[in-house]
């Protein structure tokens, strides 16, 4: 058995190659997790903004019927009332309900809804 040493190193991949090997895996398995992470905050986003949608009119129809009552919120999210005596003319003075939504993770800005109101 006459086998040169330069024979058996030559079967399987170097050091070098190995290295190689395992920092393209990694930049592909970063890539791939930059890449889900972004699609997972944009569907957050249009989640919440579907949510703000569908909760602008319920707010709005919510303070017309009951001015005195605060708003529910959907669980999570935080609605601020305030109510302000306005004058707007010489005489006239009108009650501006000014209602603050703050969502919750930060998906989208938060936002504010004014209503003009019938008092006094």
Excluded: K
Excluded at 25 to 40: K, R, V
Excluded at 55 to 70: F, G, N, V
């Amino acid at each position: 058995m006459n086998t040169s040493l330069s024979a058996i190193t030559r079967r399987g991949f170097t050091l070098i190659e190995v290295l190689m090997a395992l920092g393209i895996c990694a930049l592909l398995a970063a890539a791939t997790a930059a890449a889900i992470s972004f699609a997972a905050r944009a569907e957050r986003m249009a989640i919440r903004s579907g949510e703000a949608a569908l909760l602008l009119p319920s707010l709005y129809a919510a303070q017309r019927l009951h001015p005195d009552d605060p708003p529910v919120s959907p669980r999570g999210w935080r609605v601020e009332h305030d109510t302000r005596i306005v004058e707007l003319a010489d005489d006239l003075f009108q009650e501006w309900h000014t209602l603050s939504v703050t969502v919750p993770g930060h998906e989208i800005p938060p936002f504010t809804l004014h209503i003009l109101g019938d008092a006094p």
